[in-house]
């Protein structure tokens, strides 16, 4: 639906930027702008900026970027209009003319309420006599009451429709049910039937509090022993971490991953409370995104069986791509950190945790272990491995003490080590200046947008539209410079529509910005736009600016007496060279 500019004028002004990407992204102060690490793709130095004066964000490394509306969008997966009321929601703003029946986002809502519910009657149902195997399963586990109050652990009842009853009474449609993952369709006979039974139930629940989902753990023989809910509009497994809501809150300054459920919980119940779990799969780019926003520092506690080394081996590029330090600790004397715990306590737990490796050590080991020493030949081949794994370091401080160790481990002498070292450093150095070089050089042929639905078809008069738009959004006042100039008259049909709505805001008062152009632009054009201006700021001044118009008329001229633009018109030449030319 179409919003009004005034009442877009208010949201904007109510929900600063700055305000609102903090929520997602710590941000720092670098002059007029802020920034952080960006909340769309893994990086170790911050290249998100946020500019409060001009209402928008731009990444210079995946290159997203808008405004306050456009990151609300992206972050929470809504359409334009569910991301309009996500923010009036969160400034108090009534949305004139809502149709709420429509609303993606009214619907999420809708869903996180029903799985509120569905926690509430899990956690009463294991209150009842039925609960009893599940209760005796909680105690055996060595779970305090205040544990199963804190995680919101219930019950599902052995029986087919107990959950389904208990919601429709609530009022609750039983499409709902099914949209929220709760229940499942027999397809045959049409009838549904509850999806978790005779689980003891664990409440998923995402970091602004709202339940998502659910684990269930088996009470009986049945498979599979852990069930999860499916991917639903509000529960995506790969974007959210068991336990998240609570550790975002922790102070200990590092965070935990574990394997599961209870062992998280247990280390929560231990005073350990910065530990998290994935949810049922292997641990994603994303998930090593969302823990970069609240730690500097991972400890990897997974089993130290293969698949758990193997999941350790995957996890730590991952979190090293966001800038996280990873540390892998290695479990002695029990199989996971719950059995630890009950085995040794919390103290003995701590130390482990303080003598943990870091990843550089962890994988020297684990690589070592791969081979037999005492053999010449795999001796020579442990050492161009280890070679090319610490050539992958990033400081030459690294690099010399775990190459004084790899070479320890193989007995050979540092020297050696280190020039097998250098070797591979310089090989992998030559490789990323190659790659660089052949970016630099194709974004030095080319000024087309990165977009491949942003083509520029004449460089010269799309050039004048990129700065005049610069200029006007700087000093509006110009658009009395502007009156003759019409959005036809642009090559580039998003800078006219851009140039149009800008200039309609200016005869009506409101505000003139980046942000305003939202619900006028598609992502794609709003990550260009703010692009644009990102560069360094155009001369601004009266000779210039009249400079762009007289560009952008002149060039508009030439197609409306026959001519072509300068791309079309090489494109054409070209054609032509090779026979598919007209007459």
């Known amino acids: 639906m179409a919003f009004s500019p005034a009442f877009l004028d208010e949201l904007n002004h109510r929900n600063p930027i700055e305000d609102v990407v903090g929520q997602y992204v710590a941000l720092t102060r670098k002059g007029s702008n802020l920034f952080g ?13 946020v500019n409060p004066e001009k209402g928008i964000y731009y990444c210079f490394g995946c290159h997203k970027g808008g405004g306050v509306v456009n990151f609300i969008m992206e972050i929470e ?25 429509q609303s993606q986002y009214k619907k999420k809502e809708r869903l996180w309420a029903l799985c509120k519910e569905a926690a509430r009657f899990f956690n009463d149902q294991l209150k009842t006599p039925a609960a009893a195997e599940a209760r005796a399963y909680v105690a055996k586990r060595g779970l305090s ?12 009842p052995n029986a087919w429709s107990a959950l389904l009853d208990a919601m429709t009474a609530k009022g609750y449609t039983k499409q709902e049910l099914l949209e929220a993952g709760l229940v ?6 049409g009838t549904l039937y509850d999806r978790f039974r005779n689980r003891l139930m664990f409440p998923i629940i995402d970091v602004r509090g709202n339940v998502i989902g659910f684990g269930g753990r088996v009470m009986d023989d049945s498979t599979p022993k852990y069930l999860n809910s499916p991917e639903t509009i509000i529960f995506n497994k790969r974007r959210n971490l068991f336990a998240m809501n609570i550790v975002k809150k922790s102070k200990q300054g590092f965070i935990i991953l574990t394997e599961g459920y209870m062992d998280a919980i247990a280390l929560h119940q ?14 994603t780019q994303e998930h090593a995104d969302m823990l970069s926003k609240y730690t500097n520092e991972i400890v990897l506690t997974y089993d130290g069986d293969a698949a758990g080394q193997n999941a350790t081996a995957r996890a730590i590029p991952m979190l090293e791509k966001t800038g996280l330090r990873v540390k892998v600790l290695r479990m002695q004397g029990a199989k996971d950190p719950d059995e630890f715990l009950k085995k040794y306590g919390a103290d003995r737990f701590r130390l482990l945790l303080q003598g943990s490796e870091n990843q550089a050590e962890y994988r020297l080991r684990s690589l070592q272990m791969k081979f037999d020493l005492s053999s010449d030949e795999q001796k020579v081949e442990f050492a161009k491995q280890a070679a090319d794994l610490i050539s992958t370091y990033s400081t030459a401080v690294e690099r010399e003490i775990y190459g004084a160790r790899a070479a320890e481990m193989a007995g050979l002498t540092p020297e050696v080590m280190k020039l097998e070292i250098n070797k591979a450093f310089k090989r992998r150095v030559a490789i990323q200046r190659k790659a660089q070089e052949k970016k630099d050089l194709e974004a030095a042929n080319t000024r087309q947008p990165r977009a491949r639905s942003l083509r520029y078809d004449n460089m010269r008069s799309a050039m004048a539209e990129e700065n005049l738009l610069r200029m006007l959004l700087r000093q509006p006042d110009l658009f009395d410079r502007a009156q003759a100039l019409t959005r036809e008259q642009f090559s580039v049909p998003m800078f006219g529509r851009a140039f149009d709505a800008l200039q309609e805001r200016w005869r009506e008062s409101l505000s003139v910005s980046p942000g305003s152009l939202s619900d006028l632009l598609t992502p794609e054009e709003m990550a260009h736009l703010t692009q644009i201006l990102q560069k360094p700021d155009v001369v601004l001044s009266d000779e210039a600016f009249d400079d762009c118009v007289h560009i952008i008329t002149e060039e508009y001229g030439k197609t409306q007496i026959g001519g072509l633009s300068d791309i079309k018109a090489m494109q054409e030449r070209l054609l032509k060279k090779k026979g598919y030319g007209g007459t």
Not at 77 to 82: A, I, K, Q, R
């Open 270 to 283: 231990y005073g350990f409370d910065c530990a998290v779990a994935s949810l049922g799969t292997s641990l």
């Open 37 to 49: 690490l960006c909340p769309f793709h893994g990086e170790k130095t911050p290249s998100f900026s």
């Open 77 to 101: 997966n809504l359409s334009y209009p569910d991301a309009v009321r996500f923010l009036a929601k969160r400034a108090g703003i009534e949305v004139p003319e809502d149709n709420l029946g």
């Open 145 to 156: 009451a205040s544990t199963v109050t804190r995680f919101g652990l219930g019950f599902a």
């Open 184 to 189: 499942l369709k027999n397809e045959k006979k």
